[in-house]
């Protein structure tokens, strides 16, 4: 089957850097995702990542790791603003995105 | 440009009876996505439709199905509904094609209570 893991929940305190994993193990791979969604609002787009290495876009990035089944959101000078569930979502070989549970991230001041 | 959509935001039915949300997608998408979101239990793959086929379906019973019209807009309908069903709906839209890098827009969702 297909499965995406991601932990449940983390805190961090304000300022610092947090990194939120992702493993997955998919039919196929086009491309891994990484949304925010924030409590009783609608996820929105944050990353894209399909060739191994590390994106990075502000004060996120995002790697991968093809060979491993592995990514990890990096998020640099946390703001309590950035409290929110992080998703991983994998596109298998039918173009379907599988989703994780998501990460439930708490800033603390 | 609007986004993506949904309606209603909030219902309330009946063990047994049985509800129609519908979605309209940004101007120019036509693949609607639906998913079902429940706590701990993430986003779940219900369908996809683009260009008013059913492209893709997940592992949900036949009391759920759905459609897409002309316009691109898309509705899901759920039969005897259950206590289980209670969750929040989102529904996404992204470009024409099928590209590995799309990126999909979701709607605020239909928060659906059955009791």
């Known amino acids: 089957g297909q499965n995406i893991d991601q932990p449940t929940e983390m805190t961090a305190t304000e300022g610092a850097i947090v990194q939120i994993n992702c493993t997955y193990q998919t039919s196929g791979f086009n491309g891994l995702f990484w949304y925010q969604q924030h409590a009783g609002e609608a996820p929105t787009f944050l990353s894209y990542n399909v060739l191994d290495g590390l994106e990075e876009k502000g004060r996120f990035s995002s790697f991968l790791s093809r060979s491993k089944g592995y990514s990890y959101l990096l998020l640099k000078e946390l703001q309590m603003k950035d409290s929110a569930s992080y998703l991983c979502a994998v596109m298998d070989s039918n173009y379907q995105l599988i989703w994780g549970a998501g990460t439930k991230l708490i800033i603390k001041p | 440009k609007a986004g993506v959509t949904q309606t209603p935001r909030y219902l309330i039915k009946t063990r047994g009876q049985q509800v129609t949300l519908s979605c309209s997608p940004i101007s120019g998408h036509r693949s609607v996505s639906w998913y079902q979101q429940t706590p701990g239990q993430g986003l779940q793959f219900l369908f996809e439709y683009f260009s008013e086929t059913q492209r893709n379906k997940g592992n949900f019973p036949g009391r759920f199905s759905g459609r897409q019209f002309s316009n691109s807009r898309s509705e899901m309908n759920v039969s005897t509904l259950e206590l289980g069903d209670s969750a929040l709906y989102l529904c996404?839209?992204?470009?024409?094609?099928?590209?590995?890098?799309?990126?999909?827009?979701f709607g605020q969702g239909t928060r659906l209570t059955v009791v």
């Open positions: 996404a839209s992204s470009r024409p094609g099928q590209g590995s890098n799309t990126e999909a827009f």
